[in-house]
């Protein structure tokens, strides 16, 4: 416990280093001055495509920066001869990038709509939809050295991650979506703010929290080969 404390510690550390807070503050503040001009109604309905598309950024992205920098300074080298078990690295890389993405997430909500939503299930989609998406970019990220060569395969990495938005619009309401691994967190942010049936919210936590653990596995498969064996690294 005091070794995976430490590495929270450390990893918020070098986060701020970074620059990341300064990038989620930023964007917080565009995004509520930008959003904030819309003239809608009841602006509800709008957060999970909002969210969706937002936390790519502060997941995915966090998390391929984050790894890039760390090969970069030597970083990452120097915890694989530490006791620091894989499991623990990836573990404090989301929940330190959770923690920020999940602040940022609800001072957006609380700014554009208020307080009237259900806190539990936003924060529950939110956490796993962070989790999904930075152990996803961890396993995207962790053949390759540099920004440069990463850049153009990431896009290629992010093309079906906005597919349960068809879903969500009713472009294509077709069963097949639900075994796509952000279905079920967009129906937990859809569900605190809209009603939706019941075994939905059941779906969402449950199929939510596999997905958790696959690519949590994949991650921890991922950080053996990339990172410990090289290979094929780039």
Do not use: C
Request: cysteine-free; overall charge positive.
């Amino acid at each position: 416990m005091k070794r995976l404390l430490s590495t929270l510690w450390w990893d918020a550390r070098r986060q701020f280093r970074y620059g990341f807070y300064y990038a989620s503050a930023f964007t917080a503040v565009v995004l509520i001055l930008a959003l904030g001009q819309i003239p809608v109604l009841d602006f509800r309905p709008w957060w999970p495509p909002v969210i969706l598309e937002n936390l790519v950024m502060n997941s995915f992205y966090f998390m391929s920066g984050l790894v890039l920098f760390e090969k970069g300074e030597g970083v990452l080298e120097a915890q694989i001869v530490t006791p620091l078990r894989r499991g623990e690295y990836l573990f404090s890389k989301v929940l330190t990038l959770g923690l920020l993405a999940t602040i940022e997430t609800l001072i957006l909500v609380v700014a554009l709509t208020g307080v009237r939503f259900n806190w539990l299930l936003l924060i529950a989609g939110i956490l796993i939809l962070i989790g999904v998406l930075a152990l996803y970019g961890f396993i995207a990220v962790a053949r390759y050295d540099s920004i440069s060569e990463f850049m153009l395969p990431s896009v290629l990495w992010t093309l079906g991650v906005s597919l349960p938005l068809l879903y969500y619009f009713n472009l294509w309401p077709s069963p097949l979506l639900f075994l796509h691994p952000l279905q079920a967190p967009m129906l937990l942010i859809q569900s605190a703010f809209q009603p939706i049936p019941s075994w939905q919210v059941v779906y969402g936590l449950l199929y939510g929290g596999l997905w958790l653990v696959v690519t949590f596995l994949i991650s921890r498969r991922a950080f053996y080969r990339f990172v410990i064996k090289k290979e094929g690294v780039s």
